[in-house]
């Protein structure tokens, strides 16, 4: 009998296979492929066993000890690693299964594997992004770069504007208030355009409108809504107190937990 050395392989050869992971917006079948033939080896179960014990632990007992930096040599499966955690603490969900679930053949220590599941039930809410391709062209020149990529992304995560933080600030405030529906409505009355396909991401173009639904669902004339909208394009400033406020409301307001997973920081501050 012949037998070809394709045939020996328990998936097929000729399948589409990235040769570097990346961080972004995957399809389902690319996040399905991920979390199907990712290998964890020992060293990788080791690892694992570290970061969700002290994952349960905090749930149990919250810490200030949240921080945890990933090092190894170039192609030694860091980006990988962090995807995994990636998807696990979100508990992702592709082709009707749980993320925790393509684990239950890799990992046999049950121990690790409740740890596992323990950290998927907590309601977190990821961040996940390659800083590098996150940032602009001058962020590396701020004092406060790395938080300015984090606000940028939280906000897009959340659902707010990712490109103009003085605009998700508005949206966050509107929310508040409990008026963004009703403004989104307004602004589509004005302009015709949806706030967010195209509306937010064009604000100065769209000031007069945005003027316009803020007059008529908060309780100030022209003027006041005016002052308002200038003065957040010109003195809008964020702080690293401010941003941490921001998520700790966010955190209580929603009862989950937010976890920032960034890839390439180590580039990013060389």
Known sequence: MNMKIKDLFKKPINREIEGVVTIGNELDEKIFQELDEYVVTNEIVKHFRTVFRKYRESINAPTSKM??????FFGSGKSHFLKMLG???E???VAGLHAPEFFIDKIKDE?????IK???N???KVVIFNIDSKAGSTAKSKPQAIMDVMLRTFNEVVGLSATTPWVADMERELIKEGNYDAFM???HTYSNKDWKKDGRNQAFLNRNNIIKALVDVRDMDEESARKYFDDQVSNFSMTTERFAKIVDEYC???KSRVAFLMDEVGQFVG
Request: aromatic share 10%; no cysteine; hydrophobic share 40%.
């Open 67 to 72: 921080g945890v930096w990933i090092t190894g």
């Open 87 to 89: 998807y696990l603490l």
């Open 91 to 93: 508990n992702k969900k």
């Open 111 to 115: 121990t690790i594997m409740a740890d």
């Open 118 to 120: 323990m950290a998927a």
């Open 122 to 124: 907590s309601n977190t």
């Open 185 to 187: 409505e307004k602004f």
């Open 252 to 254: 209580k307001t929603n």
